[in-house]
């Protein structure tokens, strides 16, 4: 086999190895079906079994109250942000936070279809920083509440237990954090997450929504719009993207098996974050967090070096050694460790060993 290198790509991203290594094994024939999962129609029962599992998977680690649907979407989390306002803006006003890229993109979607109003910029800080949902002025008739709960981009994540417990009106794009840490859903309304960063390959969406907002749908949307089209149908009016489905059922089969729950999830998470965050503080200003420390991602870890050249010299000679994708985003340059659920601590332990050894011959 090809050897494998650590691979801190932002999305899409590295994928647990016991996942890949069953996703080989039954690629010519899902057991008892006959054939290879990317040949079987979503309308069979060997189908039926995978997703059935992955929702139920979903269901057990997230404790996803019976009360919302989980629907299997595709588009990306891009499409979404269409998506959202289209189903439950109607004549409202809905409410944004944007705390760095991606949100902003939401909101300039949500413009198209109706009334936004900002609550929340970072821009003044250049998106190092997050607000305390509770301390801000929220309208309560507001239609929704947009949070972007992980800026993958920026390197800023919203705190444990950020969501406001009355919460109601909340939407979260989770993309970046979905999966990553155990999470109150029924402190949201609706919250979506595109797979290829957490929770399997691209081409699926997942959402979690809770069902009486299916009440406020306008009619007349295109029908691949409207979320009860997948709500009446189990995500199966038309195909599915079958692979990837299979691939989260694995990996969430693999978070509660193997990893033994998000709780064990965070725990680790935490420990990998704290590694990088460590190497950064301890290199005298060497290496310059983008984050401010109270906001800073526990699964995209941002930074500057004192120079492009430096940072160039960085990518390129971490790229050698095996540790790939470590080039920032062009928005904010820089260096990006994306240490995702999959990554397992000897990928940051092997990054963390480079930045000390770069530093000590660079600085
Ligand atoms: C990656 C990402 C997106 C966009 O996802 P696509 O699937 O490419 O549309 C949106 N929001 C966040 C937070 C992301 O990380």
């Not at 003044?124 to 997050?130: D, L």
């Not at 059922?249 to 965070?266: F, P």
């Amino acid at each position: 086999m090809p050897e494998r290198s650590w691979n801190f790509s932002a999305g899409p991203a590295t994928l647990p190895l016991p996942v890949l290594e069953r996703t080989r094994k039954d690629l010519l024939a899902l057991p008892g079906a006959g054939a290879s999962v990317l040949e079987i129609s979503h309308r069979s029962s060997a189908f039926d079994a995978v997703i059935q599992e992955a929702e139920a998977n979903l269901r057990e680690l997230l404790a996803v109250p019976d009360t919302y649907h989980v629907l299997f979407l595709q588009g990306g989390a891009s499409l979404q942000f269409s998506m959202v306002p289209l189903n439950l803006l109607g004549d409202g006003t809905a409410e944004y936070v944007v705390s760095g890229s991606w949100a902003k993109k939401a909101l300039a979607e949500a413009s198209k279809v109706g009334a936004t109003r900002v609550v929340w910029d970072g821009a003044e800080t250049s998106y190092t920083t997050v607000p305390d949902l509770g301390a801000l002025d929220l309208d309560p008739s507001a239609a929704y509440l947009h949070v972007t709960s992980n800026e993958t981009i920026q390197g800023v994540q919203l705190p444990a237990g950020f969501e406001p417990a009355s919460g109601a009106r909340l939407v979260c794009d989770a993309s970046s954090d979905f999966l990553s840490r155990p999470t109150a859903v029924e402190r949201y309304s609706l919250m979506y997450a595109g797979a290829q960063k957490n929770a399997g390959p691209a081409g699926l969406t997942v959402a979690l929504l809770r069902e009486d907002l299916l009440e406020r749908v306008p009619d007349g949307l295109p029908t691949m719009l409207d979320y009860r089209t997948y709500a009446e149908t189990g995500s199966l009016y038309n195909t599915p993207p079958v692979f990837a489905i299979y691939v989260l059922m694995l990996v969430t089969r693999w978070l509660r098996d193997e990893v033994g729950g998000l709780a064990a999830m965070h725990d680790r998470n935490r420990a990998k974050a704290a590694v990088l965050y460590e190497a950064i503080d301890a290199s005298e200003g060497f290496y310059r967090g983008h984050a401010a420390p109270e906001a800073r991602s526990l699964m995209n870890v941002t930074w500057r070096l004192p120079s492009e050249d430096l940072e160039r010299a960085f990518v390129e000679e971490a790229g050698d050694r095996g540790l790939l994708e470590l080039k920032g985003h062009r928005s904010v340059g820089g260096i990006r460790a994306s240490i995702y659920n999959a990554m397992p601590v000897e990928g940051v332990l092997a990054l963390r060993a480079f930045m000390d050894d770069f530093r000590a011959r660079g600085s």
